[in-house]
């Protein structure tokens, strides 16, 4: 994993057991050999197996890396691997392309069903390999939510064994300048501090803490060498003119307006954009000048996404300069100001890279400038209209590679923004858009996941986020198209999973793990149908309240069981692996009739926001599916028949989310906190029950309100519709759950 470009298998297998001895020949001996002693670790560490390195005189060596920069291997990252009955042979012609056959070597000494210290069976055979392209990246922001720098480290560990080679390293937002650039200190003593909004403040520890944080040169400088020996570079992003309030809040004067914003705590697009002016530039050229000392990369990005352009269009000063250089409107404005930035980068032997948003704004980019395109819509259409004006392009649609996008519908998916992006979305990328020439195509340079972290504020939030999709990507990037083979993917999931879990990474089962289907059946009993978004593995279940385990029974129709049983299921891969963790469904008389909220529809129809809530003095944390700015859930054919009583749990959570306050939708409050209302047939119905809010919107946390229903006669199944009256702005109302009772 990722699949390698050619494999022959020959018959027989070669042992590799505790003791055996590795040499390194050739060109770039220390790099090869630090390679080779990082690959004795990994190893130890993942698979105890305790491999040697070889003394100089050495007759049986059982694996060796061979680098010969005139071998007959497809590029400088490509290598090949021969197993006989004698040993292992990596053959390279670059310590990159070593790097790469030792992944490779220890995926096959862990191969399916491996265990921790047994000798390895390794099938003999020859491997060879090569990427489909150079660019195979990673975005992460650490804007939004930062990363400590030995968490960044982790991840560039775990990016290189999926063989990536790109950290797309995002460091300037609104919410956040988290880069020291000395001559400019405001920028992180103001600018990399924000005020503890919402959840943050359980971040800082209190409201009145701010969230503060910044990367030192020699944090920097430690990142990008241990990114280095993995054989990562590391791409910074400054992100210009716009996504640039933390910029504007440190130094007043770069903005157009004169007067000092605070560093964002909302997420969304803002609206306060750089002055395109000289002193704004030579600005840019300093901060510039820092990031190329920092930073060897020949890439570097300058964003140039989002940029809002009211404030330009307010602004007598920018419409005068926009005038002065003959320019027909901002987003040409635009165009100018990115490229004397680019310029900049150029004159120094650097290539700019940056988003396709001014393409869809119908500017041009700078002619040099690499294309990172994340508008997947529309059949990759700004893609192929970046490559047709020249550009190469980095396909990373928002659609499938945003891993910040949650990807279940599981009652206990994590935090994201709609709609899902599902393990198979992000397998089933296009890459190369459809009615490029093959000419045209060569323009595409890779592929990038996008790890935004506006919901995100934990590195476990990260790992789950970003595993097992970045599977996905890695294969996306490396793997010829022809290997593309969803089933074949699968297949090598739990093999992967497993080493995964060795590594210690914090992945998510979304894609594996069992949902339950319950409905009624006869004499009270329960009708449940269990299935999990791969459709992969095998589902097993108890009812005896233990824990499935891979000899458990395996589901193969729905099951009818009765009340007051407490069913278990999970998810096996052939070789026994566990795929996906124990979800439990209780089935008792409140289970038909209550709802989570995530199982409710939203009244707009639109995927919900996943949102975390308040942390419980439990430990816990809550996850609601909220439509954004309308606070308003569906329940179609609830069964109404003899309930008397209604429970709700809910929470008020701060509103952060800036632009998206042009579509909140108010509601007319019967009472100063509001309330949730429940109507019946739709949402302008026979009101059913109106739940107070007061005590709720005194709360932290969640809050469990019960009211009495008005249920007309003869009920039965009835539409209903629940909302929060009030302004979402004041506050941003989620349902835990709804419970009726008779
Ligand atoms: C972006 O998602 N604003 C690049």
Known sequence: ????????????????????????HGAEPAQVQSIAQRFLQLLAGTRGLHLHMAAADSTHTAITFEV???????????????????????????????FYGSVTLWQLLTPPGWKSGAPAEVAEGTIDDHPRFAWRALLLDSGRHYQSASDIKKLIDWMSLNKLDVL??????????????????????????????????????????????????AEVRDIVRYAAERYVDVVP???????????????????????RPPVWTEWGVSPWLLNPNEKTLRFVDDVLDEVMRLFPSRYISIGGDEADKQQWNASPEVRAQMQTLGLANMDQLQGWFTNEIAAHLIEHGRTPVGW???????????AS????????????????????????VVMTPQESLYFDHYQSDLPDEWAGPPPAATLRQAYDTIVVPNGASAAEAKHIIGVQGGLWTEQMPTFAHDQHAVFPRLAALSELGWSPAGAHDWNGFLRRMPAELARYRALGIDYADSAFAPAFRVAAAADGKFRIELSNQANFGTIRYTTNGSAPTDRSAPYTRPLTLPAKTSLQAATFAPDGFELAAPRMQALDETTLLGRDGSALATCSHQPASRLDGSRSPGGSKPVYAVDIGNACWLWPRARLDGVRHVALVVERMAWRFGDEAKDAVARRKSSAAGEFEIHTGSCMGPL?????LQRAAQATGQTRLEAELAVPAGAGLRDLCVFATGDPRDGQWALERMTFSK
Not at 195 to 216: I, M, Q, R, W
Not at 356 to 366: H, I, K, M, R
């Open 356 to 366: 396709d948003d001014e393409l869809v704004a119908g500017a041009t980019l700078p």
């Open 68 to 98: 010969d920069p005139h071998a007959d291997v497809a590029g400088d990252a490509g290598y090949r691997i021969a197993v006989d009955g004698h040993g292992i042979v990596i053959t390279a012609r670059t310590a990159r392309g070593a």
């Open 237 to 259: 992003e400054i992100d210009l003119p716009g996504h640039s309030q933390a910029a504007i809040a440190a130094y007043p004067w770069l903005g157009v307006t004169g007067t």
């Open 688 to 692: 059913l029950a109106s739940v107070p």
């Open 168 to 217: 797309l390293w995002h460091v300037t937002e609104d919410q956040g300048w988290r880069l020291d650039i000395p001559r400019y200190p405001e920028l992180v003593k103001v600018g990399a501090c924000r005020k503890a909004v919402g959840l943050d403040s359980e971040l800082t520890g209190s409201p009145d803490k701010p969230y503060c944080g910044y990367y030192t040169e």
């Open 1 to 24: 994993m990722p699949q390698p470009a050619r494999v022959r298998p020959a018959s027989g297998t070669l042992e590799i057991a505790d003791g055996a001895e590795v040499a390194v």
């Open 369 to 392: 400038q690499v294309v990172m395109s994340w508008h997947g819509d529309n059949h990759e259409r700004v893609a192929l209209q970046a490559i047709r004006q020249g550009h190469d």
